[in-house]
């Protein structure tokens, strides 16, 4: 299963500290970085759910551990806006894409509520990459974009920033 970002104690004491890659991208830039703190410590997993867990930290090196994980642009906590957000590749990587969703999503992130519900953005009604059971929804179509959340089917607007301040906070309750 998925771990959640941030620290959790091993049974040596130890600490793996797991951070979220946001719409599960890594920069280039990262890369060496990362491989430093491996070194460092040890081993660096990657899993398929877009984390990655630095193992091996010493309690005293956890706090400077994430943080250079968060200057590498990761998500080090369990209430980031990034946690269950996702999109599709968008524009620049699809010929179908009708609106920038990866832009939006990172405008969206800083918008969400901790342990807000799954939430994904398409570009078009291809809908690719979306989670199956996905409560919240954001689907570019020819005429905007629709928006579905639990209780609401789906409404049109007409930009991202429109289904941003559509979608609120979307708290967990």
């Known amino acids: 299963g998925t771990l959640a ?19 599960g991208r890594l920069d280039r830039e990262a890369i060496a970085p990362l491989a430093a703190l491996a070194r460092e410590h040890g081993a660096l997993r990657l899993s398929p759910w877009r984390t990655l867990t630095v193992l091996d930290v010493p309690e005293l090196q956890v706090d400077a551990v994430a943080r250079s994980l968060e200057e590498l642009g990761l998500a080090t906590t369990f209430d980031s806006g990034w946690a269950g957000l996702s999109a599709c590749a968008g524009l620049g990587a699809c010929a179908n894409a009708r609106v920038d969703v990866r832009a939006a999503a990172v405008r969206r992130a800083g918008a969400r509520a901790p342990e807000a519900p799954a939430e994904h953005w398409s570009a078009c009604e291809r809908r690719c990459g979306e989670p199956r059971g996905a409560p919240v929804t954001v689907t570019a179509v020819q005429e905007g974009l629709v928006v579905a959340s639990p209780g609401h089917a789906g409404r049109v607007v007409r930009d991202a920033d429109e289904a941003i301040a559509a979608l609120g906070g979307q708290d967990s309750s």
């Open 5 to 23: 970002p941030g620290p959790l104690r091993q049974r040596d004491g130890r600490v793996a500290v797991t951070a979220l890659a946001p719409l």
